[in-house]
């Protein structure tokens, strides 16, 4: 489901890349959590300019798409397995130190119970672990990145790498 800070993010991204607005495609407030029709609206509203959606919360999702070019190669990012694994995304307004940059991620939980931290790092700057709680048998971790690891154009590599011997 897409809630306002994904919405906002979608947004973000596709403006600051030079789109002069944005479509919405399937964006309903009914059934989202934190979609309240006051929230709705604001959100809608702001996503006319990058100036008012500067203020609010945003979030960029990694997941796959299922639309591909004729000819065209694709490989989903997620899920993913293995010890380390790098996205690529683009982080909007970028640069900005006075915002925390939160990394979120949600894996599944080991059958052996153990319970390792993933390594993460933002353009080759370590992030600091912030905490990790248990949610629908999967594990969501939090990390705070730097806030000069976002260059000024945006863009932004993740590396996620597992601390474990076997992840």
């Not at 997620?78 to 909007?92: D, F, H, I, Q």
């Not at 806030?147 to 474990?164: F, V």
Request: aromatic share 6%; net charge positive.
């Amino acid at each position: 489901m897409v809630s306002p800070e994904l919405a906002a993010g979608a947004a973000a991204s596709v403006l600051s890349r030079g789109a002069h607005a944005v479509y919405l495609f399937n964006y309903f407030q009914s059934g989202n959590v934190g979609w309240s029709r006051p929230v709705y609206l604001k959100t809608l509203a702001a996503m006319a300019s990058l100036d008012t959606l500067g203020p609010l919360p945003r979030s960029t999702a990694i997941t796959y798409r299922d639309i591909v070019a004729p000819g065209e190669s694709y490989t989903a990012p997620l899920p993913a397995t293995g010890k380390e694994l790098s996205l690529r995304l683009t982080a909007v307004p970028a640069g900005d130190a006075r915002r925390p940059c939160e990394i979120r991620i949600e894996i599944a939980s080991r059958t052996d119970g153990a319970r390792t931290v993933p390594l993460v790092s933002a353009n080759g700057r370590p992030c600091t672990f912030l905490k990790e709680e248990a949610a629908d048998g999967a594990r969501r971790i939090v990390w705070q990145a730097p806030s000069e690891a976002i260059g000024a154009d945006g863009a932004c590599t993740l590396r996620i790498a597992s601390a474990a011997e076997n992840p």
